[in-house]
């Protein structure tokens, strides 16, 4: 099978999951047959209107959101792991979403209002760390960089937890549900600050492919072949930073997404960044939203935080991927 069939099943696949979940959800207000009518006849019955406020007040915006959650998780693994050369390399690896986690609760901790920028500071000052400590030796010792990012994520996590000892309980399980990663309660502005993120992320990264491609070679051979090695590195940790700190700001921590969506690009359409871009996008794109759909539907009544579902996956991932090394 060629590679752009296959990533004609993964368009496929993506769009079948998303018309899904716009149509399943814990209420019976929208559904397929409705939602077909509702698209032909527009809101003209009250049935009709609510179900139109169903779908564009809660699961389109919930979904688009989800969707580009899972687009900017993936592509801060993909790029992570090509500039780093380690399979385990990801955002949430590198302390990158756990340093977007640090600044989201300490503005909440402090007052402020500003999340978003507070959220972007914190994943730009772990990247920063990183890359001040690393600077003379980020293009010959890559693993070492990686575990700085391990232990200062590490760190921000220590004062996280600090941190949410200062709210009060009633306010403790709301901050917890959000770190734990949620789609829940969010709306169309959170979409119009992520999505457009995710669509600006992918554009530029794919415009990267052939010194990504390049850069698998090693930092001096890459070098020697024309790619400026320390500012392809540099600039895709930072750019990873951003995405993974936009989406922590968004919708809380989700981890392993951007771990599994690269691995299973690069096995459905090979390992030459032109392919595996898109197909790691929309494999991400698939990951969040059946993880969100699971999370608000798996239990009746009850809605889990998606960063449960998303961590069962990658354990399962995890143990598969060890299983088949053996």
């Keep these: 099978m060629s590679t752009a069939l296959r990533l004609i099943l993964l368009v496929t696949a993506t769009l079948i999951l998303i018309i899904t979940a ?42 688009l959101l989800a ?15 090509a500039i780093f050369r380690n399979p385990l390399a990801e955002p949430y690896l590198l302390g990158l979403s756990s340093g977007g986690a640090l600044g989201a609760v300490l503005a909440l901790a402090t ?21 001040l400590l690393g600077r003379r030796r980020i293009a010959a010792d890559l693993p070492s960089l990686l575990l700085v990012g391990v232990a200062l994520g590490a760190l921000a996590q220590a004062f996280t937890t600090a941190l949410i000892l200062r709210f009060d309980p009633g306010a403790l399980r709301s901050i917890l549900f959000w770190l734990m990663g949620s789609f829940a309660g969010r709306g169309w502005p959170e979409v119009w600050l992520l999505l457009p993120a995710a669509l600006c992320g992918s554009c530029l990264i794919f415009l990267l492919h052939r010194p990504l491609d390049l850069l698998a070679l090693g930092g001096e051979g890459a070098h020697h072949l024309g790619v400026r090695v320390m500012w392809l590195q540099g600039g895709g940790i930072a750019l990873a930073a951003i995405l993974a700190a ?12 951007g771990l599994m969506a690269p691995h299973m690009a690069r096995k459905l359409v090979g390992a030459p960044h032109g392919a595996s871009i898109p197909a790691s996008v929309l494999i991400g794109v698939i990951l969040t939203v059946g993880s ?14 998606v960063g449960i579902v998303t961590g069962a996956l990658g354990c399962v991932f995890f143990l598969a991927l060890l299983r088949q090394k053996r």
């Design 22 to 63: 716009v149509c399943y959800g814990p209420t019976a207000l929208l559904d397929l047959p409705r939602l077909i009518e509702l698209l032909r006849l527009g809101p003209i019955t009250p049935d009709l209107e609510r179900a139109s406020l169903v779908l564009w007040e809660l699961r389109l915006p919930r979904i």
């Design 67 to 81: 969707a580009a959650a899972g687009a900017n998780l993936a592509l801060g693994g993909l790029l992570l792991q």
């Design 111 to 131: 007052g402020l209002i500003a999340v978003t920028w507070s959220a972007l500071a914190g994943s730009l000052a772990i990247a920063a760390i990183v890359m």
């Design 246 to 257: 936009l989406t922590v700001a968004t919708c809380g921590t989700i981890g392993f997404v």
């Design 292 to 305: 969100d759909l699971a999370a608000r539907t798996i239990l009746a009544g009850t809605e889990l935080p």
